[in-house]
């Protein structure tokens, strides 16, 4: 006799399934199960509709648990933190070789974890290929006005030339405050100090920290170098 397990048997024509006195599990004889119901009781093994219920049920609390969980999720927001801001800056233009060069920045971070200062600097047209970090004193991680210097070597081969630089700030996060750009002209005199705008009078008396005076050096013994 054929099994129901093997789904393409029949026996004289008729498929066992709806045979009197075929395995109904419990049913009377001559009622069989339904096909569909009596393939998912072979296949799950469940001996009536109370299990095959419980299933569902428990199947369908797990599915609307995860699924509002997950939309919980979407509502509550994820907040990014504050980034560093540059208020403003100011440095002049122009510097004499041999004189100490001023950047003069004014920034502030709203949950007072400002980091370090991060300055690159390039001959004006080239790739930023160098930078200098500067540490943020711990009182100031909120906000600071105050300056960066660079002592530039007194080479008369640093005349006529430009140099870009680019600040930004980092915090203790990783986050970054948009960067700012100036320029720095080497020529024959540099701007008195009597220039410096009133409202940084005050930052031009908070130093912040040295940058870049190595490679200017450096940037001159190449100019100077023999070439092979």
């Known amino acids: 006799m054929c099994h129901l397990a093997t789904a393409g048997c029949w026996f004289r024509g008729v498929p066992e399934r709806y045979v009197a006195g075929s395995n109904t599990r419990g049913r009377l004889e001559g009622r069989p199960y339904p096909w569909s119901q009596q393939v998912i009781h072979e296949i799950s093994g469940l ?31 994820i907040d990014p933190g504050n ?3 540059i208020l ?30 991060v300055a690159k600097i390039s001959p004006a047209g080239m790739s930023f290929l160098t930078y200098s970090i500067t540490p943020i004193h711990e009182g100031e991680r909120g906000e600071f006005a105050g300056y960066l210097f660079v002592k530039t070597p007194p080479s008369p081969y640093l005349r006529g030339k430009m140099f870009h630089l680019s600040i930004y700030i980092r915090d203790q996060e990783g986050r970054k405050s948009d960067p700012v750009g100036l320029l720095l002209h080497f020529n024959g005199k540099s701007e008195a100090e009597s220039t410096l705008p009133e409202k940084w ?12 005076s190595d490679y200017l050096v ?7 170098s023999p070439r092979e």
Do not use: H
């Open 47 to 77: 001996k009536d509709n109370g299990d095959i219920m419980k299933r569902y049920l428990v199947v369908l609390l797990l599915t609307t648990t995860i699924l509002g969980c997950g939309e919980l999720w979407k509502l509550v927001p």
């Open 83 to 85: 980034k560093p801001v």
């Open 88 to 117: 403003d800056s100011y440095a002049p233009q122009n510097v004499k070789p041999g004189g100490v060069w001023k950047i003069l920045i004014k920034a502030e971070d709203k949950d007072g974890d400002m980091e370090d200062i």
């Open 201 to 212: 009078q005050f930052a031009s008396r908070n130093r912040l920290g040295g940058i870049f």
């Open 218 to 224: 450096e940037y001159v013994r190449e100019l100077t």
